[in-house]
């Protein structure tokens, strides 16, 4: 691994990518602005939805192009969370994500010196694509949680919205951890997180793959499931395999055996993931908006069903999850990866 990663670096010298990509990759949490989306487009109605459907929860379609049905959201604080930008209203999951969000913040407070988890984007109310921020989070089983750790006091609305980002990743060096910001809890936090049974996968940035395949000298049988993905340098990105019986959910496919600290973590130390597209002699095609019909013809029946009597009546994970957290009222940060890189 330390050989593959050496080359790698001598051949990002060769094409001085370094100061580009390394200073591209620090601010790589800033939202993805998009154009606003078109009146009847999935974003624009999937966006405008405030509250989540009644009856069982159901994820419908794949995480990047599916909707979601009888949706709980994360309380807006708990004993060792709190969530984040709440004008978004993105903390609506599966039962099962907001259980394992919770769990993983007792346990980490418990057992990791982390004292509570700043939860941002989970989904959508009743799922969808998002006007910005993602491709995923569609169908209630990817959750984002940002690498600072949660402050002593309850924040206010005002200081949910504004707290800004905190990069791993060094200012001046190409894909390099900045000690100065990277604990050990960081470390058994990422691996917390991954031990448990229902989460999948989770992306993190390529700089902090490799800062673990390096540092870690516990149990490595879950090292694996941390993937290396654009962006994902000031939090990571828990995701969950479609739970069992859950008829229409689309999985992914496994995750490869091992560790994950090979060739195709070197990879994204080499030139290939950061070249300019070949110039063609065709003009661009301008990409096509989602629409609603272009999603499972479930997630048309999602929109048109009843809602939840209220937000505060939809918010908690204890339903069927078999926690018990504090609730209130208030309603919830993310990224986008770059379509040409893929997702992993």
Same mark, same amino acid.
């Given at each position: 691994?330390?050989?593959? #990663? ?9 094409? $001085? ?13 800033? @939202? ?19 509250? *989540? ?14 909707? +979601? ?9 708990? *004993? ?20 394992? #969000? ?9 057992? =990791? ?28 089983? &990817?959750?984002?949680?940002? +690498? ?20 791993? #990743?060094?200012? &001046?060096?190409? @894909? ?7 604990? *050990?809890?960081?470390?058994? @936090? ?49 995701? @969950? ?23 195709? +973590? ?16 065709? *003009? ?25 009597? $209220?937000?505060? $009546? ?13 609730? =209130? ?16």
């Amino acid at each position: 691994m330390a050989s593959l #990663l050496a080359r790698a670096f001598r051949t990002i010298g060769k094409f $001085s990518l370094a100061t580009s990509i390394g200073m591209g990759l620090v601010a790589s949490d800033a @939202l993805a602005q998009q154009a606003t989306p078109s009146p009847g487009s999935a974003k624009a109605v999937f966006g405008a939805v405030t509250l *989540p459907t009644q009856g069982a929860p159901q994820s419908i379609g794949f995480y990047a192009k599916g909707c +979601l049905a009888g949706a709980v959201a994360l309380p807006a604080d708990g *004993p060792t969370w709190q969530a984040m930008r709440p004008s978004r209203n993105r903390r609506w999951g599966r039962p099962e994500t907001i259980g394992l #969000l919770e769990r993983l913040s007792r346990d980490a407070a418990k057992n =990791d010196g982390w004292p509570g988890l700043l939860v941002g984007d989970i989904s959508q109310p009743r799922g969808g694509p998002m006007i910005n921020g993602h491709a995923s989070h569609q169908i209630g089983l &990817d959750a984002d949680v940002w +690498l600072t750790p949660m402050p002593r006091r309850k924040m206010t609305a005002e200081e949910r919205e504004a707290m800004p980002f905190t990069t791993m #990743l060094a200012k &001046d060096k190409f @894909l390099t951890i900045n000690d100065k910001v990277w604990t *050990p809890a960081h470390a058994r @936090l990422l691996m917390r997180a991954a031990s448990y049974p229902e989460v999948e996968r989770i992306f993190v940035n390529p700089a902090i793959k490799k800062k673990m395949c390096e540092t870690w000298t516990g149990d490595r049988s879950n090292l694996g499931k941390l993937r290396p993905e654009y962006g994902h340098d000031s939090h990571f990105h828990i995701r @969950l395999r479609c739970p069992p019986g859950s008829v229409g959910c689309t999985g992914q496919a496994p995750v490869a055996a091992g560790d994950g600290c090979d060739k195709s +973590l070197a990879w994204w130390f080499g030139p290939e993931p950061w070249a300019k597209p070949k110039p063609s002699t065709k *003009p661009p095609v301008k990409p096509r908006e989602v629409m609603v019909a272009d999603l499972p013809k479930a997630c048309q029946a999602v929109l048109a069903a009843p809602s939840a009597a $209220s937000a505060r $009546s939809a918010a908690s994970g204890d339903k069927a999850a078999g926690v018990s957290a504090e609730t =209130d009222a208030m309603p919830v940060s993310g990224d986008t990866p770059p379509g040409q890189i893929p997702q992993q």
